[in-house]
């Protein structure tokens, strides 16, 4: 519902049935509604200032009305929106958190890698939300059927630190014969830096003598990615 004045609270009663959410979710079903709509279905009432309608809508203007942005909210930040308490805040942490799985389970129906897209597809689910740098291999064997992926290192918004010993030691634990590199980038830039170009140069060396091939390095976005062996950055 556009133009709410925030000043005058106007109660889910009040409203056209049609505009309510729950009645509209009943009667049209859930993609009828508006993020702000749903938003204010799982915060189910509001305060004495504003209805769960008013502050779904401020709840999604705060995320810049961008889901992606809104998944990454902390409970403290949820919690920062007055009329939306700890119980709600974790109400609506614990349904974004069912959709990331969601992803999750999509991404893991990819069995085999045959490009750069289906590597990102399978790490944007869980890796597009952090707000701090990971670095995950994928691991497969001769004709590209995924054997797992791993997670190699944690590190702060600006980088992360990677052993190439653990990187080795999980490869060849799951006797895999290609290595795909992963890693994200908070801040949404999707350019590699040089140190990420040196990483996977020293990863491409040695894993030479180890029989074992680098296929490519992406790295994760916002809605997007940059693939290495795309912009012809990876060569074994």
């Known amino acids: 519902m556009e133009h709410i004045n925030s000043t005058q609270p106007l109660g889910i009663k009040q409203l056209a049935e049609d505009d309510r959410p729950r009645e509209k979710m ?4 859930a993609a009828a509604l508006s993020a702000a709509e749903l ?7 509001g305060n004495k200032k504003s209805s769960a309608l008013q502050l779904g809508h401020e709840l999604f203007n705060n995320a810049n009305q961008n889901l992606t942005e809104l998944s990454r909210m902390s409970l403290a930040e949820l919690t920062s929106i007055h009329g939306i308490g700890s119980a709600k805040a974790i109400i609506l942490n614990a349904a974004l958190e069912l959709g990331r799985r969601k ?23 869980f890796m597009e939300d952090y707000r701090h740098e990971e670095f995950w291999i994928l691991l497969l064997n001769r004709n590209n059927i995924v054997l797992g992926k791993k997670r190699v290192s944690i590190g702060g918004v600006a980088g992360t630190v990677v052993d190439p ?56 976005g916002l809605k997007s990615y940059f693939s290495f062996a795309d912009h012809g950055l990876v060569i074994n």
């Open 26 to 29: 009943l009667s049209q079903g």
């Open 165 to 220: 010993k653990v990187i080795f030691k999980l490869a060849l634990e799951q006797l895999a014969s290609s290595i795909i590199l992963c890693h994200n980038h908070p801040s949404g830039n999707l350019q590699p830096s040089q140190q990420d170009i040196d990483i996977t140069k020293k990863l491409r060396e040695g894993a030479r003598f180890l029989d074992i091939s680098i296929s490519d390095h992406i790295i994760i």
């Open 39 to 45: 938003l204010a279905i799982l915060i189910g009432s």
């Open 103 to 125: 992803r999750d389970e999509d991404a893991r129906k990819i069995t085999k890698i045959t490009c750069s897209k289906d590597a990102y597809q399978y790490f944007e689910p």
